[in-house]
């Protein structure tokens, strides 16, 4: 994990928008915490109406954030881990939701904040989710990205 070069994201003020908060179940220690920081960084940013959409993994956030971004959302913002194992299911399930979460966002305009940690092992997704002991907090960085954008789209 390298974390330098990343950027000091000011946190938007966003009232008045609509927040989609999509996570998988997997790795529950580490969603329920990306969760608890996308929370975070919305009520940070005045943004009272969201909701939290739990889908069973990964691979099912691309198709909840496309239902998210057609029903009026504003923004969605996507939680999830995948951790390397012995075989090529990490890579199959890290591209195809990385891709899939790109193409909601670009073909609907909606902003989707990209909080899917992609890890070798436990310690690290530990390290990004916002714990108390980790060094970032991912589900908050996530959800500020997706409101900064959100923000930025608006104002062209």
């Given at each position: 994990?390298?974390?330098?070069?990343?950027?000091?994201?000011?946190?938007?003020?966003?009232?008045?928008?609509?927040?989609?908060?999509?996570?998988?179940?997997?790795?529950?220690?580490?969603?329920?915490?990306?969760?608890?920081?996308?929370?975070?960084?919305?009520?940070?940013?005045?943004?009272?109406?969201?909701?939290?959409?739990?889908?069973?993994?990964?691979?099912?956030?691309?198709?909840?954030?496309?239902?998210?971004?057609?029903?009026?959302?504003?923004?969605?913002?996507?939680?999830?881990?995948?951790?390397?194992?012995?075989?090529?299911?990490f890579e199959y399930v890290c591209q195809?939701?990385?891709?899939?979460?790109?193409?909601?966002?670009?073909?609907?305009?909606?902003?989707?904040?990209?909080?899917?940690?992609?890890?070798?092992?436990?310690?690290?997704?530990?390290?990004?989710?916002?714990?108390?002991?980790?060094?970032?907090?991912?589900?908050?960085?996530?959800?500020?990205?997706?409101?900064?954008?959100?923000?930025?789209?608006?104002?062209?």
């Open positions: 994990m390298s974390g330098s070069g990343a950027p000091r994201i000011q946190i938007p003020r966003a009232e008045g928008v609509r927040v989609a908060v999509i996570a998988a179940q997997w790795h529950p220690t580490v969603t329920d915490a990306l969760v608890a920081g996308a929370e975070r960084a919305l009520a940070d940013s005045g943004v009272t109406d969201y909701k939290v959409i739990r889908v069973p993994g990964s691979f099912e956030l691309p198709v909840a954030a496309l239902h998210a971004a057609r029903s009026g959302y504003d923004a969605v913002v996507a939680l999830g881990v995948v951790i390397r194992g012995d075989t090529p299911h195809a939701a990385t891709d899939g979460l790109m193409r909601v966002s670009v073909n609907t305009g909606v902003p989707v904040g990209f909080g899917l940690l992609t890890c070798d092992n436990d310690p690290q997704a530990l390290d990004r989710a916002g714990l108390p002991d980790s060094r970032e907090d991912k589900g908050y960085e996530s959800t500020q990205a997706a409101l900064a954008t959100l923000i930025a789209a608006r104002a062209l």
